[in-house]
């Protein structure tokens, strides 16, 4: 798996987009770029994952840039119930059946 | 559909005894994974499972962990004898093979005073 960078910890205001970076300058071309997120005492929730195009779906919206070194997770409207720590995995489907988590990213959505 | 169901949700236990966790994957789920969460670690892949063999073991921190899948409807995580060090929350997770979304339970939290 090629390695991901997140900030360890980002804010974010109540009512406002929250925009969670990732950097995987190593991809390949055929790892997918994964997003989970993990509430506090709950186990990881998957949120969205993309190859190339951008992907939107009733969670999150994810942004992949052309030459696919980056990503990132935009939260449209962020609720204090989304305070959790999010994780970027990249993985190549069906080559590697497991996810491995980095640290993450904590996101603090404050009122 | 119940999701992913681990038993038990919290376990406090004496150094030196045998402890099993266990877990029910989604049906119609071919692979079954066990993590390992800690503060200090993080979260931590310690061995999968595809259609009931075990593929990697190679997070399995020693001999004393153990874990099988003798059907495709249940797993077991076993530590024995158990240690302060293994206190942690372990996850199960399963999902059909592919590109698709990682299903984990909700975590049994181990305490081994």
């Known amino acids: 798996d090629a390695k991901t960078t997140q900030p360890t910890s980002m804010d974010c205001a109540e009512g406002r987009a929250a925009n969670l970076p990732c950097n995987h300058s190593?991809?390949?071309?055929?790892?997918?770029v994964y997003w989970y997120r993990q509430i506090h005492s709950q186990g990881p929730q998957y949120i969205i994952h993309?190859?190339?195009n951008n992907e939107t779906n009733e969670m999150a919206s994810l942004i992949i840039t052309e030459d696919r070194k980056s990503s990132t997770l935009i939260l449209p409207h962020a609720t204090l119930r989304d305070t959790a720590v999010y994780y970027c995995?990249?993985?190549?489907?069906?080559?590697?059946?497991?996810?491995?988590f980095g640290a993450g990213t904590i996101l603090r959505v404050k009122s | 559909d119940a999701g992913v169901i681990q038993s038990p949700r919290h376990e406090v236990t004496e150094m030196g005894q045998e402890v099993t966790l266990r877990c029910k994957p989604i049906s119609g789920h071919n692979s079954l994974f066990w993590y390992r969460q800690t503060m200090m670690r993080g979260l931590e892949l310690l061995i999968y499972?595809?259609?009931?063999?075990?593929?990697?073991d190679s997070g399995m921190p020693e001999d004393r962990f153990s874990a099988k899948m003798p059907n495709a409807s249940f797993s077991t995580l076993k530590i024995q004898p158990s240690e302060p060090r293994d206190s942690a929350v372990y996850f199960c997770?399963?999902?059909?093979?592919?590109?698709?979304?990682?299903?984990f339970g909700e975590g049994s939290r181990l305490t081994v005073l």
């Open positions: 995995i990249v993985r190549i489907p069906h080559l590697e059946n497991k996810l491995v």
């Open positions: 499972f595809n259609n009931n063999v075990p593929i990697d």
């Open positions: 190593t991809i390949s071309g055929n790892e997918y």
């Open positions: 997770a399963s999902w059909r093979a592919g590109i698709g979304e990682l299903f």
């Open positions: 993309g190859l190339k």
